[in-house]
């Protein structure tokens, strides 16, 4: 699931003529809507600790990859991160996507289509703007007219977390392991039916892997004191409280609540959704705005050259004509999977040195 901008920053900071810079490495805001925007993540307890195990396994496996906040309403999610290249986010949003389209369809019932679209990632060129997105995402729950505070919110939010420090734990079901060791299980009991004995093994159970996700702080907050940055995340929701209720209180309105959250249908659709262009960077001047839109072009250049001096050196170095190769970018670090055959192999090369200490013949 690639995206279409690849470019969040050149690695060092761009001085504009105009004043202000671009970051080296710009933050991004990340957005995904569900199919037909049906209610799919409707919170509860089984569909949080799906998304939750979902999502602290692909930070596992992409941990170079800073998230700020996240949040997952009903029927679409969110969160702002920053990545030390492309490629390191469109890994962790591949895993992450396809993991949670297919434990969610196994969860409903259903088959098929489960993403409307690829995801968006939108640059933020400067602090003021990254807040602004920060915050943004931090109460969605209030802006759609949900639930009175961010707090209340009954799904996946980071609101807990930045105020009150309370860890978010992923909890991953590896079926992968579950499935080896109920293959070792059948082949023990025909083992032993063969021989005439009788075997009684213990069901295999869940094979659940706690994922801790930890949230990075934005970056022109790194050197802030962690109760300073609390105080800070609490005086946003404070403020949107505030300003929610007065607005409920004009408008002679009210959230959906909790409860009514609860009794939505998973597959019902909004009977109004609202769709606007997503722009092409968050920033706070046209100025910046442009700035980094030039930059982006002078890359995009840069790499159409490099690409088309690459694929006119390839036929002289013997590349077969139609193969391709693979994009020529940094791929990130994944942690390494231990396999249970891998396992396997690792006992079997001790046991034939030991043999060959004791003189013995190695197994072939």
């Known amino acids: 699931m690639g995206n279409p901008r690849r470019f969040y920053g050149t690695g060092e900071p761009i001085l504009l003529a105009e004043g202000g810079s671009i970051p080296a490495r710009c ?14 993540m409707r919170p509860s307890r089984a569909v949080n600790r799906i998304i939750l195990g979902c999502l602290g396994r692909a930070k596992r496996r992409y941990p170079t990859l800073a998230l700020h906040v996240v949040s997952f309403l009903s ?8 990545p030390p290249n492309p490629f390191v986010l469109w890994s962790f949003m591949r895993d992450f996507m396809s993991t949670t389209a297919r434990r969610l369809n196994g969860h409903h019932g259903r088959v098929g289509t489960f ?3 690829r995801y968006r990632a ?44 309370v860890p978010l734990i992923g909890q991953w079901r590896d079926q992968a392991r579950e499935y080896e060791l109920r293959r070792q299980r ?32 934005l970056p022109h907050w790194r050197k802030v004191r962690p109760a300073e940055r609390r105080a800070r995340v609490e005086a946003i929701v404070r403020a949107d409280e505030t300003a929610q209720r007065a607005r409920h209180r004009r408008d002679g309105t009210a959230p959906l609540g909790v409860a009514g959250i609860a009794t939505t249908d998973p ?13 092409r960077c968050h920033a706070r001047t046209p100025a910046l705005r442009d700035g980094f839109l030039e930059a982006c072009r002078q890359h995009d250049t840069r790499t159409r050259e490099v690409t088309a001096a690459v694929e006119r050196t390839l036929p002289k170095l ?12 940094h791929r990130p670090e994944v942690e390494p999977r231990k396999s249970a ?20 013949p190695r197994l072939t």
């Open 122 to 165: 939108i640059p933020i060129v400067d602090e003021e703007s990254l807040e602004r997105c920060f915050a943004y995402c931090l109460l969605q729950g209030t802006k759609e007219n949900l639930v009175w505070s961010a707090r209340d919110w009954p799904g996946i939010s980071s609101v807990k977390a930045l105020c009150e420090g």
């Open 75 to 82: 029927n679409h999610g969110s969160l702002v991160c920053t």
């Open 341 to 360: 055959a891998a396992a396997r192999i690792r006992v079997l090369d001790s046991t034939s040195k030991r043999r060959r200490a004791r003189g013995r």
């Open 318 to 329: 013997g590349l077969p004509v139609g193969s391709s190769l693979a994009p020529l970018v």
């Open 27 to 40: 933050a991004v805001e990340v957005t995904f809507r569900t199919y037909e925007r049906r209610f799919l």
């Open 267 to 279: 597959f019902a659709r909004p009977a109004v959704s609202k769709c606007s262009p997503a722009p």
């Open 115 to 117: 993403w409307e679209r």
């Open 186 to 217: 059948q082949r023990r009991l025909d083992r032993a039916a063969v021989r005439g004995r009788t075997l009684r093994l213990p069901e295999v159970e869940d094979v659940v892997v706690e994922c801790p996700i930890e949230l990075a702080p």
